[in-house]
């Protein structure tokens, strides 16, 4: 059975600050990972998507990285900003199931 | 496109009450799931579908119902509500198995039992 994992779990860093959230995952067949922000009270939201084949995907300051045979992604965060603040999921998609797996998340506070 | 929506917003019930969570989306996806999300718990799947008239359970399925006549539409069903089903509900939807295929969700209903 997939287990997704992310650490840590909160972290509160001032603005400007590049931060790595991490997830790890303990089966590497996967399809995809993928990464959502949830903020307070509200839905998630798709921010990136790593196909099995690919390394990394990008979007603005959001940099995602995929390392299969580790069992690791990280989501990179280039010059943070208040608005950033929100709660971080990974989810992965194992061969054979239907629908992603999903970390607890974490939890970002980046304060002025 | 509305994307995937869900109603109501807001509820609450009293315990042994039934009633149904609706979800719906406009982007004929084939796989739709319902989620509940608790603190310090994540969210855990109760029930998935991979298409109309083909529906599975997941994690949490006990205490609930769920049908999928439609590609369109997938109703979470309580059949008799207990306290313990106080959470946030949301409902996702994503095209089907592509491996470039975006999970969407809609923005939750949040249910109190009494």
Known sequence: KQEVTQIPAALSVPEGENLVLNCSFTDSAIY????????????????????????????????????????????????????????????????????????????????? | NAGVTQTPKFQVLKTGQSMTLQCAQDMNHE???????????????????????????????????VSRSTTEDFPLRLLSAAPSQTSVYFCASRERGGVADTQYFGPGTRLTVL
């Open chain 2, 31 to 65: 796989y739709m799931s319902w989620y509940r999300q608790d603190p310090g718990m994540g969210l855990r799947l109760i029930h998935y579908s991979v298409g109309a008239g083909i529906t599975d359970q997941g994690e949490v399925p006990n205490g609930y119902n």
């Open chain 1, 32 to 112: 995809n990972l993928q990464w959502f922000r949830q903020d307070p009270g509200k839905g998630l939201t798709s921010l990136l998507l790593i196909q099995s084949s690919q390394r990394e995907q990008t979007s603005g300051r959001l940099n995602a990285s995929l390392d299969k045979s580790s069992g690791r992604s990280t989501l990179y965060i280039a010059a943070s900003q208040p608005g950033d603040s929100a709660t971080y999921l990974c989810a992965v998609l194992t061969g054979g199931s239907y629908i992603p797996t999903f970390g607890r998340g974490t939890s970002l506070i980046v304060h002025p």
